[in-house]
């Protein structure tokens, strides 16, 4: 969010096909479901959702604490995959995915810094889609993420591929209407255009289609802020321009063309920045926030609702509702979200809730709207995840009618035509039957040439382009053979696998149906097929006998110190040996460490080994750097190495020793390779952190640089300076940094500043605030 109040954020594809091997009736599936990815939401604060039940849960590991922007995405069973603040990509464990920061979404002020949209319709690799805050150089640019990588954590494979810079603070996804790609918009900042790329399981498309319409943003403080959103339906955009209004415009989602855009609000130059559209695209809703220093502007501040189901733009600005009056001096609204439940959330700056439209299709007092909708472990400032219009995906196949598909008998096919198809073409796969071959009603029939494997396609036109849907038959007369006996080796399985054709329904030895058997173990097997057409019924049977394998054993892991060496042994009379290196030998002898293996062959079975050997060496170990006792607070030295013996100075040998006094430290650490020693000094130590109340930037040498005393314990640092005006004047990071005394290269003026430091000690969670007055004398 982009105020002039900006202390105040500081202070605090393609379309699914079913590929049928057939051998019975198909069931048709022409339907629309929706899929769970959006379950798991989080966002600033540490916050985190879960809507697996319908009502959201608080959960906890979320790792976002940035002031704006986040998206997340789930599989299709609901659970979560990763989420990211357009910065960081953290895994479902919330770590950091591998190559998973240093994204190009902003500093942590974006609105809507990144999205995260499906690059392949498997769940197996994604876009993310970033946009740099205020304006910034890095713009609008996207990576991807691949979850086949590491151990299924995922890794970012590529990372900030630059598109358009600069970008308004906005993204949003739309599902193309070939209900297998998404357009993926945003909005160029300085001007009036509006950039649609094109993202496939192929790759973004670097011509975006512009779209010049609507009102022009100025490379003007604030302008670039605000959230752009489309309906669920992929006809209409809103984008929310902060200091310069919301914009209403139509979406072609075929060409991914922008146009009509009207501003259907503008509230007195207050921050126009949340929206989000209900379910069903039926209506609208915005939040408007005036500034915290502008009370006046308050009475026109709010969530808005507008009925976009009216005839005409004006129609829909006139339904304008104001469905929550907002009056808090000290917070702002923030980003809008529908969730996967159909409610819209809305979070507020410096509120540890949601507020919650629990009947966003309702027009009026009806929707319902609960300002502490939704309770929070911790203040959510601005930000809600973000998330693609439409989630849902169709799932297509025809249908075949026929009981068996027998030579000379019709097989009948069928298909329920949707509304985008304008004309079908079958193809059969069977040319020898001529022009017979092709169909191009929704149900045909046809009698297939020969006994055979066909393969059925059918093609469907639409204007969103064509898409094919296949299907298999096998037609023709019984036959089976289960092939001859075998012998397998011992603990294995065989799969009796019946070459058959023409077959409808299987009964092996144990009653078992199905079209193949595992045998686990010696015996006699047989099957028995039919075909419920012509009622044909034949059996064959096999016998299946074992072999032993080899005895190969190579012992457990083990380690192997430098310079020496270790004899690998698999003897086992009669076998055919091969070692890790192609070695044909019985033994192999290490030199080093490495992993190890050998397979031997006897009698046609095969086993194979593994042994890992790892590098020992003398104990590597550091004490560390010189550290500082604190009066009162114990220091433990602890090398942290397991399977070896310790021996301290003082002759203790405890793998960990605590100092209660200054001094010199050393250990001698053992294990079977050797012995290490370390040492480390223990100082007197200034532990008690202090703010000086004024200083005298005068160059004098004395007292110019204003810093925090008593930083040697501090692991987090946080420390900020404001004028009087509420101006951020100072701010680092660094424990050791200081002031001296001006802002912007330029001496600020003698007067009171106000400082807010929060820290963290070290080997302590806890946050420690401190804040008051300083005095600049000059």
């Given amino acids: 969010m982009k105020t002039k109040n900006y202390i105040q954020k500081l202070l605090l594809n393609r379309s699914i096909k079913w590929i049928f091997i057939i051998s019975a009736t198909l069931v048709n599936s022409n339907r629309l479901f929706s899929q769970p990815q959006t379950n798991n939401w989080f966002f600033s604060g540490n916050n985190g959702l879960n809507f697996s039940s319908g009502t959201p849960v608080n959960i906890t590991g979320g790792q976002i604490v940035v002031m704006e922007g986040a998206s997340a995405v789930s599989d299709k069973n609901g659970q979560l995959l990763f989420y990211s603040d357009g910065i960081t990509v953290w895994t479902k464990n919330h770590t950091v995915m591998l190559n998973g920061s240093g994204l190009a979404g902003g500093y942590g002020s974006s609105t809507q810094s990144c999205i995260i949209v499906p690059k392949t319709k498997d769940e197996k690799q994604y876009y993310i889609f970033t946009t740099d805050d205020e304006g910034g150089s890095r713009g609008f640019q996207y990576s991807i993420v691949d979850m086949t990588l590491n151990s299924g954590l995922g890794s970012v494979t590529i990372k900030n591929q630059p598109l358009v810079t600069p970008c308004s603070e906005k993204v949003t996804a739309i599902r193309h209407c070939n209900k297998k790609d998404y357009w993926v918009v945003t909005h160029k900042y300085g001007s009036d255009a509006y950039y649609a790329y094109l993202a496939t399981e192929n790759g973004v498309d670097p011509n975006p289609v512009i779209s010049h319409t609507g009102s022009f943003i100025p490379i003007t403080y604030a302008t670039m802020a605000g959230a752009l959103k489309a309906s669920p339906d992929g006809k209409r955009i809103i984008a929310m321009h902060t200091t310069i209004g919301a914009e209403l415009s139509d979406f072609n989602n075929q060409t991914g063309i922008i146009s009509n855009t009207t501003e259907i609000f503008n509230n007195n130059n207050s921050n126009h920045y949340g929206a989000e559209f209900s379910a069903s695209s039926k209506m609208l809703y915005l939040s408007i926030h005036g500034y915290w220093y502008q009370p006046d502007l308050r009475r026109y501040d709010g969530v808005f609702q507008f009925d976009m189901s009216l005839p005409t733009v004006t129609d829909i600005i006139n339904s304008k509702f104001q469905v929550y009056r907002y009056d808090d001096p000290l917070s702002e609204l923030g980003t809008m979200q529908r969730g996967p439940n159909g409610k819209i959330y809305m979070s507020q700056y410096q509120k540890a ?309 200054t001094g010199l430290f050393y250990v001698d650490i053992t294990n079977r390779c050797g012995t290490t020693r370390d040492s480390i000094n223990i100082l007197s130590g200034n532990c008690i952190v202090r703010v000086p109340s004024a200083f005298t930037p005068n160059n004098d040498g004395l007292n110019d640089q204003f810093r925090v005393l008593g930083t040697q314990l501090i692991s987090e640092f946080d420390f900020k300076i404001f004028d009087r005006y509420g101006q951020l004047i100072f701010y680092s990071l660094n424990k050791n940094s200081s002031w001296n005394g001006t802002f912007k290269g330029v001496e600020a003026v003698s007067g009171v500043y106000v400082y807010l430091l929060t820290y963290k000690s070290i080997g302590s969670q806890d946050k420690n605030i401190l804040k008051g007055t300083i005095l600049l004398i000059r």
């Avoid at 008998?409 to 985008?420: A, L, N, Q």
């Fill in 353 to 661: 809730y949601l507020s919650v439209v629990n009947s966003p299709e309702s027009y009026g007092a009806a929707c319902n709207f609960v300002n502490t909708g939704v309770s929070l472990p911790a203040q959510a400032k601005t930000s809600l995840p973000n998330f693609l219009n439409d989630y849902s995906t169709s799932v297509d196949s025809f249908r075949v009618t026929s009981i068996g598909f027998c030579v000379g008998k019709p097989v009948t096919f069928d298909y329920t035509v949707t509304g985008d198809v304008t004309s079908l073409l079958w193809d059969f796969g069977d040319p020898t039957s001529g022009p017979l071959n092709n169909s191009t009603i929704a149900s045909p029939s046809h009698i297939f040439s020969s006994q055979g494997n066909y393969t059925i396609k059918l093609i469907k036109y639409s204007p969103c382009g064509n898409d094919t849907l296949s299907a298999q038959i096998s037609v023709g007369s019984i036959q089976l053979s289960l092939g001859n006996d075998t012998a397998i080796c011992e603990k294995s399985t065989y799969l009796i696998t019946p070459q058959t054709n023409g077959v409808t329904s299987f009964l092996w030895q144990d009653g078992s149906t199905l079209p193949t058997y595992i045998a686990s173990s010696a015996g006699l097997f047989w099957v028995q097929v039919s075909n419920s057409t012509n009622g044909c019924i034949f059996r064959d049977t096999v016998m299946i006998t074992t072999k032993p394998l080899p005895a190969l054993d190579l012992g457990n892991d083990t380690s192997l110190c430098t310079g020496s060496t270790l004899l690998l042994s698999a003897f086992n009379p009669g076998s055919q040996y091969t070692w890790q290196d192609n070695s044909t030998n019985s033994t192999f002898l290490v030199n080093n460490p490495g992993t190890y293996w050998v397979q031997a062959i006897l009698n046609g079975c095969t086993k194979k080994d593994t042994i890992n050997i790892s590098s020992l060496t003398n104990p590597q170990f550091t004490l560390g750097p010189d550290q500082y006792l604190c009066p009162g607070l114990p220091l433990f030295l602890t090398p942290g190495l397991n399977n070896v013996s310790y021996r301290w100075q003082d002759g203790n040998t405890s793998s960990s020793y605590q100092v209660n006094t």
